[in-house]
């Protein structure tokens, strides 16, 4: 039997304030345990939350970047649980009235063809603080710096249909925070975290599948990993006779598997209602209007324009606007570089080969965007050949100066003098005999030969297209 | 001097007639003498008092405050947060409890210079009728001390009552200030919802949570409000609406005021004695001119068990944060984390925080909360319209505050749904967010008695003014328990 697999998408995207969602504490990562844990977010007796407005802003950008209705009136509401890094047994969330309603982004498939995701809602929430089991020798330590951070949670329908899908709507998410500049994206320190909700049921089948949820997906590539297993799991389980169980399941990356964490029985009642410390949100279109009049251009905007300004393909454009700092490296390259071709090439290539190596990301590129474009440009306006161009970018990576003090200093400059090539042209039609004669028989392949040659001779400075030409006229 | 007004106190204070120290000491003495038997602190804060009464003192040397609570001895029940000091909210569960900050409203009265005696002993968690659910033991009615004061505000009732104080703070979920004033013969006043910050206030009921005063007279009270009262920017549900002066208008004049008597509260089965001090009250209106109507609040018979739904959901989670991880009691050795949680709050809460705690589980779980805090909340606006309605005729409500005088310590104890209905005709008022108060009214069987006031939203100076002008005709507020009490 061939089997659909379907999946829906819980994101929880930090929110970049400085101070958490419902007290005055920084949000800085990384500090000290519970030294950024006030009264309020440690739950005191006696102390009340009060909204961040900011966080607010932020998410009613998100929502108009996904062409969402933005609810006029959205309600906080309690989230009832025991969890010991949880201090005041509930989580403020949003249940019956989120913030954010029904929108939709666009992600491009792998046969390029494009493809609608729609969210189903996205509300604000508090995060919880965090449990660490090592060091405290069968102890817990509980660190509440975490506790109260602002979190945008996106809940996506169960319209996508493969890891891969998954993953891209994923990134696409990722890449719309990150244009906002309401989250840092950063998922090694879990400011964006994916749940995945996946079931599979006989292709054509209209009715949904028992459906299992898995936790605790830091990376693209986890993502992907775990719901390959998971549906392969669930294949195998009732290709065998049994059933799915509805249940939560945590992914653990070190072996590649899912593993239950608890049933739907053992499932929490959170007993959801109003939180009556805090009044409902009502918003007036002014409100909304200044939230988002000076939102950035977005990631699909951006991607149809340097196709259209730039004559870059769907797939070059995509990728190099899938982050908005690397859109705008290119963007400032393909200015200064006057070829916007040359930039893609280089961006994509030389350079993020480059950060690749290093394990860098595009903002901490030891050349930046002016510099690689007035390089380009030496190639453009023909000084060096490209070939050449790449041992001046590596010395640029090294710290050794800029393009041009490069060039002068290692003398690199493209040869375009005809003299001095003919001499070279000259000098090795007298010493390859062989070759000559037997290019002169047809056999063309051979002129890639010669032309070596001379490049060799000029120390790869002769115009490449300058020596092919001369070389076929004088044995011509 | 127990028993002088915030006024005079305040004035002989200026004339030099004793110090803030002399007077403090004084109520100190009176507590170490009186208390004993009373049981109406959970502490008291001598150190901070004496150092908050020769600050009083230095400041009324100088002359540099007009404010009347400088230098008054006053106490804070024992549910609003006090830096540095015990905060237990009646409860096993926080007697190990330092509070490391201070609730708004006592930070307010600090700086207004009151000086504070200690915490008063209260219903654990607020909730109760009669401070018998507290920790730490009941407290005694000084009317009468085989009775309870009324609750959860006890402990401050009583305090005011018996002159250990000169006036205290207390909370209103259902009843809590009028209810242990109407048993205490004294005045007790629940501001609207949002008039006084609940930051710092322990929650029981979030919703319907607001912090009053327990003093002797409407003056003392109009005294107290007007510090206590204004916008919190801690306190999200509080109100960004103008503090008037309540003082300037306490004398107006009041004829022609329409007063409602709502049918509902007066009715049949109403305890005679009780109605015959209400009416002598209502009397007394008359004669200062005011117009008495009949209203009917059609919904009455659904404000009890609305209150019993709404309540406990909001408690069963406000309270989820005593779990013995953080703070408050911790169970010896615990297993694992199950058995943290259940040993904690097992042996941390009493029996009534625990049944509320349960009945707020059950209306909010999945299945039921549609039929149970859904539907509460529905009828809570139909309380509420009710309300507005009459307030499209009157200008005040007048009810008896409580359907019985103060019950014998135990009486109730077994019978919930009788203590429940003790707050019969104060739950209406916080369920819609208005304001009321409960003034003494003449003595029924030689116990106090109260009368309700209630006004619209924000009408605070209304009540107030209301208030006051019957205390001007009356002297049922001077009333003193027996002396073998007070004169301990």
Known sequence: ???ETVIGLEIHAQLKTHSKIFSGAATTFGAEPNTQACIVDLGLPGVLPVLNNHAVVLAVRFG??????????????????????????????????????????????????NKIIRITRAHLEEDAGKSLHEDYHGLTGIDLNRAGTPLLEIVSEPDLRSPQEASAYARK????????????????????????NVSIRPLGEPKLGTRTELKNLNSFRFLEKAIQFEVQRQVDLIESGGQVLQETRLYDPNQNITRPMRTKEEDYDYRYFPDPDLLPLEFDPEFINAAVADLPELPDVRCQRLQTAYKLSEYDADLLTSNRVLADYFEEVATICKNSKLAANWVMGELTAALNRNNLEISSSLVNAQALGELLLRIHDQTISGKIAKTVFDAMWQGKGNADQIIEAQGLHQVTDSNAIAQAVDQVIASCPTQVEQFRSGKDKVLGFL?????????????????????????? | MPYQSIRELANNLRTGQYSSEELTRNFLKRIANINPTLNAFISTTEEIALKQATDADKLLRSNESSNLLLGIPIAHKDIFCTNGVKTSCGS????????????TVVEKLNRAGAVMLGKTNMDEFAMGSSNETSWYGAVQNPWDLTKVPGGSSGGSAAAVAAGLCIAATGTDTGGSIRQPASLCGITGLKPTYGRVSRFGMIAFASSLDQGGTLTRSVEDAAIMLQVMAGFDPKDSTSVEHPVPNYLDSLDADISGLRIGLPKEYFAANLDSGIADSVTAAIAEYQKLGAKVQDISLPHSNLVVPTYYVVAPAECSSNLARYDGVRFGHR?????????????????????????????????LSAGYYDAYYLKAQQVRQLIAKDFEEAFAEVDVIMTPTSPTTAFRIGERMTDQVAMYLSDLYTIAAPLTGLPALSIPTSLVNGLPSGLQIMAKHFEEAKLLNVAHKLQQVTDWHTKMPPKSVIDM
């Open chain 1, 64 to 113: 108009h970047a996904i062409q969402a209705k933005i609810s006029k009136r959205s309600v906080f509401a309690r989230k009832n649980y025991f969890y010991p890094d949880l201090p005041k047994g509930y989580q403020i969330s949003q249940y019956e009235q989120p913030i954010v309603g029904t929108g939709q982004v666009k992600i491009l498939l792998n046969d390029t063809s």
């Open chain 2, 331 to 363: 169970c010896e050795n615990p297993q694992d984390l199950m058995d943290l949680y259940q040993r904690s709050r097992s042996e941390g809460f009493g029996p009534e925080v625990k049944r509320r705690i349960m009945i707020g589980t059950y209306v």
């Open chain 1, 451 to 476: 032309v070596g040659q001379v490049m060799k001779l000029t120390k790869g400075q002769a115009n490449p297209k300058q020596v092919n030409e001369l070389l076929r006229n004088k044995l011509r």
């Open chain 1, 1 to 3: 039997m061939s089997w």
């Open chain 2, 92 to 103: 096993h569960m926080l007697d190990n409890f330092i509070s490391p900050y201070d609730a």
């Open chain 1, 173 to 196: 998410i990722h890449q719309i925070v990150q244009y906002l500049d309401i989250c840092d994206g950063n998922m090694q320190e879990g400011s964006f975290r994916m749940d995945a």
